[in-house]
């Protein structure tokens, strides 16, 4: 006996989310009501420390940190106005969401005489589903799963019946970010990292900002 099933399935959905301008991006925030200060200004102790503001809300260009510069390609740039009630809602994006899913059974049962009987199974499943963030800083999650079995049902004598049983599982599951083992971000921002397997490096990055 043998069977195979196969699941598809590809949802999309519109999201919307906030995205700094080309101007935020090369330090000018004039456009903001909040007054950014200067760290490099701040003078006193807890709790009284003053800061001074940048001028114009204006970051110098040369204060950027150059991680942030290169963070900036997955956060794509605003592609509409912000909705009307909704602050800072400027960009418009569409969530793919797939899931692939195979399931393969094979069954074979023997009849080796009247007094043995045979039956072996092999079941194998194989899941993978993303998550998709903003651009490609979403998250996969990938199982892949197999089981043996052996079975033999053996009559001894007329009172006494011997059923003798194998079985081997086996599972993997991973829960990576979306750019694991496709592009090794640390190496690109200089950031040290230790490997032991060629394979196994990847990047989580977040970014949250209130305006």
Known sequence: MSNFEGFRSREA???FATTMTAAMRGGDFSAIPTILQD????TGTPPNVTTLPYGGNQIP???IDKTSLLLMKFFPLPNQPALPGVP??????????????DQFNQRIDFNQNSNSQWFGRYSWTDELTVSPGLTTDGQT???RAS??????VRI??????NEARFGYNSLFNNITQQLAGVENVDEEIGVPVKITDKNSWG???SCSATI
């Open 13 to 15: 959905t519109t999201a």
């Open 39 to 42: 760290p490099t200004t701040r």
């Open 61 to 63: 260009a040369a204060r």
């Open 88 to 101: 800072n809602r400027n960009y418009q994006y569409t969530v793919n969401t797939p899931v692939d899913k």
């Open 141 to 143: 999650l990938y199982t």
């Open 147 to 152: 089981q043996w079995v052996l079975s033999n």
């Open 156 to 161: 001894l004598s007329a009172n006494k019946v």
């Open 203 to 205: 990047f989580r990055t």
